[in-house]
């Protein structure tokens, strides 16, 4: 079996140069194992907290009339198998923490150093982040004793929706949706027939749970993951290297739903998880997983041929540095492919600055950057990690788009003519053409060059 695993590394920083990475290693590993032990604590400590919220309501429950609870006497076996379904969730947990390849050994050794975002909103904890966000953390009881913080805890229990989005037969719908117009683009711009795919080096920011990442390695390209959070890093790494057969892990990922459930049986439907097992399907290509802030791992230029972001660019305070970054990285004539809202984590965040620009203003900014934007369409609807059986089914209507960095000739063209009056010169507004489904139409007959 061991000869069927594929390479999936989880370096500290892949690109730093090694004096680099050992002045970053020595800086503030007090604070780093704090941190890494918080995030430790809330995967450890789901159950006891979650138990915390099933307690509640049953105490209220006890609190009523003896005809009230009569008439709730199935509620009441139902909160009992609410805790069932904590249980098993718990018993992934220990098996996802049984590799500790992402946080401090018994024995003091740190296998990982890298700062974690400050505590912000993002897609996965969009229904259970809203009352903390607006100061109410009622639902999320933090006991004295241990140091585990509420968002810590909500993100602990989001990881597990975001297993069962990438990694589950029940959510392939969803997947379909973000993924499969990333990877066609990729595909018909990188032709099999045109290009050895094992050249053509694909990186993925904020690749999550790996799926992405998987899927375009799978088809023969080279390609790298990378992502900023240990919960996704733990979580990926289990699932990429140590579920050693399809369907092997029952987990409940909506059981922290209490609300808009048309039956009792939706908050407690189980998923099982990999519908796909990487260890016994491994890729073409080769696949990595890299961990570390998008911004301060990858400043090599000329780098990638392919840049694929998927509901990632809006987790910036600045956008523009992403899209600077993601122009400088790509190789000329090489490609950024985005599908995604623009949500802005850090907008409204006490104590984080924060830009907010349009739909236009970004095309103005991509153009500007340097961009030809091949395709550009709106109206792309997408779930991101919802219960498919719940009566609230949020949906975005996603922006995607297909931007090249110019080949060397045309660049070289543009430095000498446009580029000092570009930066002179306030960029025009953008003039949108939108058809009836809201597309933006501006497409434009570019064939792909070799690079």
């Known amino acids: 079996m061991s000869d069927m695993v594929p390479s999936l590394p989880f370096p500290m920083h892949p690109k730093m140069h090694e004096d680099q990475a050992l002045a970053f290693t020595a800086k503030e590993d007090e604070e780093e194992r704090r941190h890494i032990q918080k995030v430790q604590n809330a995967f450890q400590y789901y159950r006891r907290y979650a138990y915390i919220r099933v307690n509640k309501t049953e105490a209220y429950l006890n609190s009523l009339s003896a005809e ?20 098993c969730n718990q018993s992934v947990i220990c098996e996802i923490l049984r590799d500790r390849v992402l946080y401090p050994t018994s024995d003091g050794d740190t296998d990982i150093e890298l700062d974690e975002a400050p505590d912000h909103v993002r897609h996965g904890d969009m229904d259970q982040t809203n009352f903390l ?4 953390d009622d639902d999320v ?10 968002l810590k805890i909500l993100k602990a229990q989001s990881t597990l929706k975001l297993i069962a989005r990438d990694w589950s037969a029940e959510c392939a719908i969803e997947r379909e949706q973000s993924y499969k117009p990333i990877i066609d683009s990729i595909e018909e711009y990188y032709k099999p027939s045109d290009y050895k795919l094992n050249e053509i080096k694909i990186l993925v920011p904020g690749a999550g749970l790996g799926r992405l990442t998987y899927e375009l390695a799978c088809r023969g390209y080279a390609c790298e993951g990378n992502e900023f959070s240990y919960f996704m890093l733990i979580a990926s790494n289990f699932v990429l290297n140590l579920c050693d057969y ?6 409940y990922p909506w059981v922290h739903q209490y609300v808009n459930n048309m039956r009792r049986a939706d908050q407690v439907a189980s998923v099982r998880f990999p519908d796909v097992c990487p260890v016994r399907n491994p890729p073409k290509g080769n696949i990595e997983m890299a961990a570390g802030d998008f911004l301060e791992v990858y400043k090599s230029p000329n780098a990638y041929n392919c840049v ?7 987790c910036a305070n600045n956008v523009i540095d992403f899209v600077r970054t993601i122009y400088r990285i790509l190789v000329p004539g090489g490609i950024w492919v985005n599908l995604g809202p623009l949500l802005y984590h850090y907008s409204d965040v006490n104590g984080q600055n924060s830009i907010e620009p349009t739909y236009e203003d970004l095309i103005i900014i991509m153009e500007s950057i340097g961009f030809d934007i091949l395709s550009s369409r709106s109206g792309i609807r997408t779930k991101y990690a919802q219960n498919p059986q719940s009566m609230k089914q949020s949906e975005y209507q996603s922006l995607f ?37 809201h597309d933006v139409d501006l497409e434009t007959e570019v064939q792909p060059k070799q690079t």
Request: net charge negative; charged share 35%; proline share 6%.
């Open 141 to 150: 009881v933090v006991a004295d004793d241990v140091d585990v913080e509420p």
């Open 401 to 437: 788009w297909v931007c090249r960095k110019p080949p060397n000739d045309y660049e070289k063209a543009q430095q000498t003519s446009e580029a000092k009056e570009r930066d002179n010169k306030e960029p025009p507004d953008l003039i949108v053409n939108q058809s009836n489904d």
């Open 68 to 87: 009230d609870q009569r008439l709730l006497s199935k509620y009441r076996s139902h909160l009992d198998n609410v805790r069932g379904c904590i249980d």
């Open 133 to 136: 966000v607006d100061g109410h």
């Open 308 to 314: 694929a972001t998927c509901f990632f660019i809006d």
């Open 246 to 251: 399809e369907n092997k892990h029952v987990l």
